[in-house]
């Protein structure tokens, strides 16, 4: 159990920014051409920041910070002596708009906000939350499946993007890079006055010990040219951006020239839908292993007789990442539509049921929504589709893009885990086919500039679905053999 402390820490997201870090960033800053009327640090700590922008911008007219923590409020205040102008307050109850009146600007919004989720908040029965924390509306099964999660610095640089658009200015924070590219999203989606960002990798873990992909954010608002782009680069002194990131119908590229040279190869998919696996939650009890004499060994240290209509031999992530075909364990699954009725495997599956009923305590406790309201013993994302013959895989963790054809183990159709994505396809020319077009070259090269290998899950469904099968069949020279897969229906 983490002590009052370290909770104190987490809630706060309380890691100080090292003095030779925001030095550093404030130099970045200043040759960038940024010259602030005026400085804000909204969440300043012990004001690390707030005494390096002090000394790079020496024309300022303020220096102004917020923090919470009345100790770290008045380590700042003697840090800064009559430098600048520190004062104790809640992000989430501060009257903003009338702070920032107090200076024409431009104003430069810099700094480290806490670096927490709000279910990691959830955990600790933390309130250091907005009031309304539903933001960003996330409907159906975003919110059920847990994409409501959010990172509170999120919400806080959703904010200052307001502050700034009534006025002009500049973000510069210390951010996961998933954050800020959260926030280009949003200002570009909603067509916000923002100018070219940028974004500068920093090594997380050297400066805070944190194992996530972070950077140093800048946006430009309402000051110079509009733009849809962001620059990537790699470190802090990189002279030159390694990459630029845009927004393009609508949606976030990672490779804006790549996007733009593959683009032809964007649209819809009539006839094939990629589909997801199937969703349990509960491994031990829903994964087994092959044991003696028809017997099954589930992750309990159980071996158990079951239906063997009701069990499917599984291809997990970590299988299609590395194209293991062979299926070692099996899934039971015991519907085969979402919704499925399963009281009536009393009938046509004892077995089964009576060991689902067993472990009904432990299925039962599954948190996540999407079981809520639906039989006992539900899965989801199944349909006909988890049970085609033959499939065409991707892993959602790897930007390798090692898609693999799976095809029936044992006379049964192979089942997937829910991070696998995959395409339900009738027959082996069929999955041959497909497997074709996603393993060439153009289809990879339009992937690959949209992907963002950091994301927790850089694969998905959604992304898939961008890039058109039929249009890389007829790039390659393959329209009329897509055609003989392309007017039935695929399963599901
Ligand atoms: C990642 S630290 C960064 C501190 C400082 N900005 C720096 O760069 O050294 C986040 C800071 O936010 C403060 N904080 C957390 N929640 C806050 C809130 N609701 N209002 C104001 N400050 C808050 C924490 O106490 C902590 O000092």
Redesign the pocket.
């Known amino acids: 159990m983490a002590g009052p402390k370290a909770r104190d820490t987490w809630q ?6 090292p003095p030779d870090l ?1 030095r550093q960033v404030c130099a970045v800053l200043a040759a960038r051409g940024i010259a602030p009327g005026a400085i804000l ?6 004001g ?2 707030l005494a390096a922008a002090r000394a790079g911008f020496p024309r300022a007219r303020q220096v102004l910070g ?4 009345p100790t ?1 409020v008045q380590d700042a205040r003697a840090r800064l002596g009559a430098g600048a102008c520190v004062e104790q ?4 109850t501060v009257d903003w708009p009338a702070v920032l009146a107090r200076d024409e600007g431009p104003w430069l919004v810099l ?5 927490v989720t709000n279910a990691e908040l959830g955990l600790l029965k933390s309130t ?1 939350l907005p009031a309304k924390s539903n933001f960003q509306r996330h409907k159906g099964l975003d919110a059920l499946t847990g994409k409501a999660n959010f990172d509170i610095s999120e919400w806080m640089l959703l904010q200052q993007l307001d502050w700034l658009r009534a006025r002009s200015g500049w973000i510069a924070m210390l951010v996961k890079a998933a954050v800020a590219r959260k926030i280009l999203r949003q200002a570009w989606k909603r067509g916000d006055p923002v100018g070219r960002a940028a974004l500068y990798r920093i090594d997380a873990m050297q400066h805070f010990g944190a194992s996530v992909e972070a950077c140093l954010f800048v946006l430009p608002v309402g000051i110079g040219a509009r733009s849809r782009d962001c620059d990537v680069f790699d470190t802090l002194d990189a002279a030159a951006p390694q990459a630029t990131l845009g927004f393009h119908d609508q949606v976030l590229v990672s490779d804006v020239p790549a996007y733009l040279r593959h683009r032809a190869l964007v649209g819809g998919n009539r006839h094939h839908v990629w589909r997801s696996g199937v969703k349990h939650d509960c491994a031990r009890v829903m994964e087994l292993t092959r044991a003696e004499a028809g017997h099954y060994a589930n992750g309990l240290g159980e071996v158990v007789l079951l239906e063997p209509e009701m069990v499917f031999p599984l291809l997990k992530s970590s299988d299609v990442a590395r194209g293991r075909a062979r299926a070692e364990r099996v899934m039971l699954v015991p519907q085969r539509e979402i919704g499925g009725d399963t009281a009536a495997l009393a009938q046509t599956a004892p077995l089964t049921w009576h060991y689902l009923q067993r472990h009904g305590a432990r299925l039962d406790a599954r948190s996540s929504v999407i079981y809520r309201g639906k039989p006992r013993f539900s899965v989801f994302g199944v349909g006909a589709y988890s049970f085609a013959p033959w499939k065409v895989a991707i892993s959602g963790f790897y930007t390798s893009f090692n898609f693999m054809k799976v095809g029936p183990s044992g006379g049964k159709p192979v089942v997937l885990d829910d991070t696998v994505y995959f395409l339900p396809c009738r027959s082996e020319a069929e999955a041959d086919l497909l497997l074709t077009l996603v393993r060439s070259p153009p289809y990879a090269a339009l992937l690959r500039a949209m992907v963002f290998p950091g994301d927790k899950r850089p694969v998905t469904a959604d992304l898939l679905k961008r890039v058109s099968l039929e249009l890389v069949a007829s790039h390659l020279g393959l329209a009329e053999a897509y055609a003989v897969f392309a007017d039935r229906p695929a399963p599901g």
């Open positions: 706060y997201g309380d890691f100080q920014t925001a640090e909204p969440t300043c700590g012990r690390a920041f917020v923090e919470i923590n770290h307050g809640d992000f989430f700094g480290n906000p806490p670096w250091n």
